[in-house]
Nanobody, 120 residues
Framework: VQLQASGGGLVQAGGSLRLSCAASGSIYSILTWAWYRQAPGMQRELVAD???????TYTDSVKGRFTMAKDYAKNMAYLEMNDLGPEDTAVYYC???????????????WGQGTQVTVSS
């Protein structure tokens, strides 16, 4: 199983970006999705996640600006980021809990990260 994050880049403050995460491999079903970010010198933090019943939770600093979505049919998750500020500069990682084909237990997987840089 692989998670591939994409969509990062350089944007001016106030701008927008849309991150995508594609899961591939021997996947039976994806239970949860999450986006994390890690700024230089900081710990990785949870930005948003979708639980098993589709409820979405956002960290306070992105509420009203970021929107997370998922497409279970395509095994993809998205993070729409609006009104970006320099404080949003970080490497963004996607994460998923899923069942693999032929395996009875869930496994947790990370994408490789995509850099988001917001200039002031």
């Amino acid at each position: 199983v692989q998670l591939q994050a994409s969509g990062g880049g350089l944007v001016q403050a106030g701008g927008s970006l849309r991150l995508s995460c594609a899961a591939s491999g021997s996947i039976y079903s994806i239970l949860t999705w999450a986006w994390y970010r890690q700024a230089p010198g900081m710990q990785r933090e949870l930005v948003a996640d979708i639980n098993t019943i589709g409820q979405i939770t956002y960290t306070d600093s992105v509420k009203g600006r970021f929107t997370m979505a998922k497409d279970y049919a395509k095994n993809m998750a998205y993070l729409e980021m609006n009104d970006l500020g320099p404080e949003d500069t970080a490497v963004y990682y996607c994460n998923a809990d899923l069942y693999q084909l032929g395996r009875p237990r869930t496994s947790n997987h990370w994408g490789q990260g995509t850099q988001v840089t917001v200039s002031s």
